[in-house]
């Protein structure tokens, strides 16, 4: 059965991150992607130049014309902008009783601009963590979510992980990228099993809609297997994309990865 994934996310017109990201990613990993659009990001590689979120009425208006119509498999949620936002598909998603949620907590984008206002950072704490069956921080969102430094080592990413498991989610996969050393180190952990998933850094400036590709696809392969090892395959996708990032030619600034590396 070819799975059916909602991505619910933001815009990227140059194709690298947010919700055009995520269905190349889907296609890639054989699954069939649909999404709902929160925010109109005016973004390239170079940064984001502005963003006009949508409506949450009408957020919901999309989610249920979804839902309404079409089995739902899997849902990765993105980019919310707002509290209002995520009020929404909190609701939305725990009214049509969604499965497989995947919830990466998009704060920051890699040109460093806020893509979350302050006052969201506890409506996606409290309403949309809760209902994840993985929640993908990295390292900074982590510490958001928690109002906490940062870690100072993979000790600390550790006990990270633990905290963010007590606000509600089925698993943590905290992402390491942005520590330092020559090894990107994430943590998972499920309340039981703890795993860490160690790869080595790759020398590429394409870096652009990494964490956005690495949700989507464990969205796309959690409705086929079970989590840990949906896990595994999308970090191994993600590297594969990485690796191959500089076959494109994409922009002047961090470019895109080659999501279609393996096709």
Do not use: W
């Not at 119509?69 to 609701?91: C, H, L, P, Q, W």
């Amino acid at each position: 059965m070819i799975a059916n994934v909602l991505s619910i996310a933001g815009t990227d017109p140059t194709g690298g991150a947010g919700i055009q990201a995520d269905l190349k990613t889907f296609s890639a990993l054989g699954a069939y992607g649909m999404s709902v659009v929160t925010a109109v990001v005016a973004q390239n590689t170079q940064g984001v130049r502005a963003f006009e979120a949508l409506s949450p009425s009408f957020i919901t208006a999309q989610i249920d014309a979804v839902f309404d119509d079409v089995r739902v498999d899997a849902v990765k949620i993105g980019m919310v902008a707002n509290a209002g936002i995520a009020e929404a598909i909190a609701a939305a998603l725990q009214r049509h009783e969604a499965k497989h949620v995947v919830l990466d907590p998009v704060m920051i984008a890699k040109s460093g601009d806020r893509l979350l206002s302050e006052d969201a950072v506890a409506a996606v704490r409290d309403r949309l963590v809760p209902l994840a069956e993985i929640v993908t921080p990295n390292l900074p969102e982590a510490a958001a979510l928690l109002d906490a430094a940062g870690p100072a080592d993979l000790a600390g990413a550790i006990e990270m992980a633990r905290a963010l498991k007590i606000l509600g989610p089925a698993s943590v996969f905290l992402k390491g990228g942005h520590a330092e050393g020559p090894e990107s180190i994430d943590v998972y952990f499920d309340g039981e099993t703890m795993e860490t998933f160690r790869a080595a850094r790759i020398a590429t400036k394409n870096t652009h809609g990494t964490g956005c590709t690495l949700s989507a696809a464990i969205a796309a392969l959690l409705p086929s297997m079970p989590r840990l090892e949906a896990v595994g395959r999308a970090k191994t996708y993600l590297t594969g994309a990485l690796a191959a990032a500089d076959d494109l030619d994409v922009g002047s600034g961090h470019g895109p990865l080659h999501h279609f590396f393996d096709v």
